[in-house]
């Protein structure tokens, strides 16, 4: 959600292409469909491929439970993560209380204006995109591809196998994924700065979280440092809070670099 909606509808663009490209080659060859043609020991090579390494390959499975906190609501994502499989780790869900508290920030920043109305449909559209490619496209492609490359020659079976596993990573962008609090932290400082009319503060939490990691906002007190300080300003302190972050050369993240 922190890349902007121009870089990822490319992307998303280029991705489903390629996964009907690759769909209209599967269906054409008809060396697939006949056994003389088939070599056992490939197809057993990228079997043995697809379950030990396959998921690794093509990148992270669409998440029912991320887009739940997003939108909060259970509904839309539940009829999709039954299709997909279970993805809900219960020991990995935060406290009820914090669960609240950024469901509610979600529902805040979702009536804010975008170029596609209220920023929650354009969620909504990043949500299809997700699905489409990270669990409709991922499975397609894992359990296809072991008929496509059983049939091919030596060089081409070891190109195939790697390289269409990249096309569903092409949209994994930001490297580690951001936590929930992050993600709203720099959604909200995004809404300030280009001036969208009920931009909502940095709640509680959210204010804790940047005092306890300044290390993850330091573009911000690097770049727009005076505008960052009176954005963190707004609103209630936690308790015992620490200086701002980029109030002085004894930051959090300057202590860190000396």
Same mark, same amino acid.
């Given at each position: ?13 280029v ?12 269906n ?35 998440n ?5 906190? =997003? *939108? ?6 539940? +009829?999709? #993560? %039954? ?7 219960k !020991? ?13 920030s ?26 489409s ?35 569903? =990573? *092409? ?6 994924? +951001?936590? #929930? %609090? ?7 400082? !995004? ?68």
């Amino acid at each position: 959600l922190a890349a902007q909606m121009r870089r990822v509808v490319p992307i998303w663009f280029v991705q489903v292409m390629l996964v009907a490209l690759y769909i209209e080659q599967l269906n054409q060859d008809r060396r697939t469909k006949q056994v003389e043609h088939v070599k056992v020991a490939y197809w057993v090579v990228a079997v043995v491929f697809q379950i030990y390494a396959g998921e690794g390959q093509v990148g992270e499975t669409f998440n029912p439970r991320y887009w739940n906190h =997003v *939108l909060a609501t259970e509904r839309v994502t539940d +009829k999709m #993560a %039954k299709a997909v499989s279970p993805l809900v780790d219960k !020991s990995e869900q935060e406290e009820e209380a914090d669960r609240e508290k950024i469901n509610k920030s979600f529902q805040e920043l979702g009536k804010c204006w975008s170029c596609f109305g209220m920023l929650r449909h354009e969620w909504k559209i990043r949500l299809f995109m997700d699905w489409s490619v990270n669990a409709m496209a991922k499975h397609i492609i894992l359990y296809t591809v072991p008929i496509m490359v059983c049939v091919e020659k030596p060089l081409d079976f070891v190109k195939d196998l790697t390289a269409v596993m990249f096309i569903t =990573v *092409l949209d994994d962008m930001t490297g580690e994924p +951001k936590d #929930a %609090k992050e993600l709203l932290v720099k959604l909200k400082f !995004s809404m300030e700065l280009s001036h969208r009319k009920g931009a909502p503060m940095l709640n509680l939490l959210e204010k804790q979280f940047v005092h306890e990691h300044p290390e993850r906002f330091h573009r911000f007190n690097d770049l727009v440092r005076d505008k960052w300080q009176s954005f963190q300003s707004k609103g209630d302190s936690p308790p015992d809070a620490p200086p701002l972050l980029g109030a002085g050369t004894t930051s959090g993240i300057r202590q860190r670099d000396t």
